[in-house]
């Protein structure tokens, strides 16, 4: 079992930076890729950049590449995500989700191998 809860959502300029936590609670977090996901009113869950246990092997999505990094201090069990030169398409509901697989090499990227979620931060970019 793990409890996730995001924080760091708000409202910001485009171009502006915002960093996201995802504090977790649970002794078998270390062993567990971590995914970001954003959704949009009205759309499906999408994932934005993942890390594996280590922290070794990320994933991102084209939108978010060079503007995004993921990263994770497993000694505070905590998993982060730098958000810079931000757009208005990045507005979303951001969710930190734990996929269960102990020990992954990669990052899967469906919304349907991840077992938990936390509750969401809201990121709303301006125009």
């Known amino acids: 079992q793990v409890a996730l809860v995001e924080f760091g959502g708000g409202l910001v300029q485009t171009g502006g930076s915002l960093r996201l936590s995802c504090a977790a609670s649970g002794d078998t977090f270390t062993t567990y890729t971590i995914g970001w996901f954003r959704q949009a009113p009205g759309k499906g869950r999408e994932m934005i950049a993942g890390v594996t246990a ?74």
């Open 54 to 127: 280590s922290g070794r092997n990320t994933h991102y999505a084209d939108s978010v590449k060079g503007r995004f990094t993921i990263s994770r201090d497993n000694a505070r069990e905590m998993v982060y995500l730098e958000m810079n030169s931000l757009k208005p398409e990045d507005t979303g509901v951001y969710y930190c989700a734990a996929n269960n697989a102990r020990y992954l090499l990669g990052v899967p990227t469906s919304p349907s191998r991840y077992n938990y979620w936390g509750q969401g931060t809201q990121v709303t970019v301006s125009s």
